[in-house]
């Protein structure tokens, strides 16, 4: 396997060099958060008044944890630890759910994100020969322009044609001859359930590679990706408030990501106590943003669950890999007394070969009872007319299911395109129990 690296001395570091490294970076960070009011009030607090608190990675444990509700009672510039003036970029989630949470970079901050972009970009074997086709939303939302920048450092040929328009997406990705995408799992798996309206088959397109993320997805939905169209996919995981993507990204060997330690530390703890995790034992992944000066956050706890992989890979980056994400702290549901988390469901559905590229949880009460439905889109191949088989289908999956998360569920197949999708990140909860 060809190996390649951005910078090689930063991704292959002794660990004892990137802990030595995340202590004075955490000092630095410490400083630059007590230029704003609230860390200062928060830090003192515990104890906390000058980087000189800090003098090993166990001191990490004495800072206190920050939450998505610190950066919304913060909107929009409590968190600001730079003059204005020196802010080059704004990011902002879109706040449907609430206020909304903004980021700040300096120039300098730009430089370090789009390094690690590049980093993560040449980790899975991209180099100037790559055309990119970044299908992710441009503006506010991070996934369009922090991959951008990072691959046209790494020198691809960069084609920012943010989300949507599937039939002009497909159109680009034969005309420039696109070798590598940047979208979300499910406009991925929509996309393909178009292709024959354009008509195309993925042995027309020079596709080689994806980078997924943005969303939850199981392990069969990239299996699933990855046989449809032919390529290989590559997991990245990041949040706005982490700066975006660049957090996380598979290399090519594709066995969980790397997350860049001498940029981020990287904690996993029970989100009931708050206690740390060893590696290896799933909790929520708990992240600090080493090179941020302009807004400084630590021990932010992203409600996103996973586990550590303390293995070295045989890539010979020494910065540790994350798993898949699991689930989130706030995605489980609670049906009829039994905890399910969807991505249960997603991986048992997207392992049933004659399942499409679409579906969707739908919740609602039966009396006092709660009633589960899983709908699916089938290929249309199936649809036959001849029903015993379809039934023979309802039932497979209706048991693989229930073999799964234990309850019962009500299964409905659909045709391709039935079903309602996202072109950016896919919403498949359906939950109407409370509303009745
Ligand atoms: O989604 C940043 C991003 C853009 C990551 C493009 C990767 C690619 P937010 O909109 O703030 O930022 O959403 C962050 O999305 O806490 C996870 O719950 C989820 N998420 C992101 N990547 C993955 C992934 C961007 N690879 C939230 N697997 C995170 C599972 C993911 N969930």
């Known amino acids: 396997m060809d190996i390649t690296y951005w910078n090689k001395d930063i991704e292959t570091m002794d660990r004892s060099a990137i802990e030595a490294l995340q202590v004075k970076r955490l000092r630095e960070l410490v400083d630059q958060s007590l230029k704003t009011e609230f860390y200062k009030k928060r830090l003192s607090r515990a104890g906390i008044t000058s980087a000189d608190d800090i003098q090993s990675l166990d001191d990490l444990r004495r800072l206190p944890f920050n939450v998505k509700d610190d950066l919304r009672q913060n909107f929009p510039t409590g968190l600001l630890a ?67 920048y990072g691959a046209e450092r790494v020198g691809m040929t960069v084609i920012p044609v943010g989300g949507g328009n599937t039939q002009r997406q497909v159109q680009i990705m034969k005309d420039f001859k696109t070798t590598v995408l940047h979208v979300t799992p499910s406009y991925l798996l929509h996309i393909h359930s178009k292709l024959e309206n354009f008509n195309t088959e993925p042995n027309d397109l020079y596709l080689k590679k994806a980078f997924l993320g943005a969303e939850p997805y199981s392990e069969n939905t990239c299996l699933k990706l990855e046989e449809l169209y032919g390529i290989d996919a590559y997991n990245s995981y990041g949040l706005s408030e982490m700066n975006g993507p660049g957090v996380a990204f598979e290399c090519v060997y594709k066995q969980d990501m790397h997350v860049w330690e001498d940029a981020y530390i990287l904690e996993i703890i029970d989100p009931e106590t708050g206690e740390s995790l060893p590696d290896g034992e799933k909790g929520e992944v708990v992240l600090t943003n080493l090179v941020r000066s302009a807004m400084p956050l630590f021990r932010y706890r992203t409600r996103d669950l996973a586990f550590v992989h303390p293995e070295p890979c045989p890539c010979g980056r020494t910065h540790r890999r994350l798993s898949r994400i699991l689930g989130r702290t706030d995605d489980m549901l609670i049906i ?79 045709e391709p395109g039935a079903l309602p999708h996202s072109e950016g990140k896919a919403k498949r909860v359906f939950d109407e129990r409370e509303q009745l």
Request: aromatic share 6%.
């Open 82 to 148: 730079v003059d204005m003036r020196q802010v080059v970029r704004v990011h902002s989630s879109s706040g449907t759910t609430g206020i909304p949470t903004v980021i700040y970079l300096t120039q300098q901050d730009m430089d370090n994100w789009t390094n690690l972009i590049a980093r993560s970009i040449v980790a899975t074997g991209c180099c100037q020969d790559d055309v990119f086709q970044n299908m992710m939303t441009y503006g506010l939302f991070t996934g369009g322009l922090g991959l951008h």
């Open 336 to 414: 009829n007394g039994v905890n399910v988390f969807p991505s249960q469901i997603e991986e048992v559905v997207m392992a049933v070969p004659e399942v499409g590229t679409n579906y969707l949880i739908h919740l609602s009460k039966q009396g006092t009872l709660d009633r589960l439905t899983v709908k699916v889109e089938i290929y249309a191949k199936m649809f036959t007319g001849n029903m015993k088989e379809l039934d023979a289908l309802k039932k497979k999956i209706t048991e693989k299911l229930r073999a799964s998360i234990t309850i019962n569920p009500h299964v409905e197949l659909h």
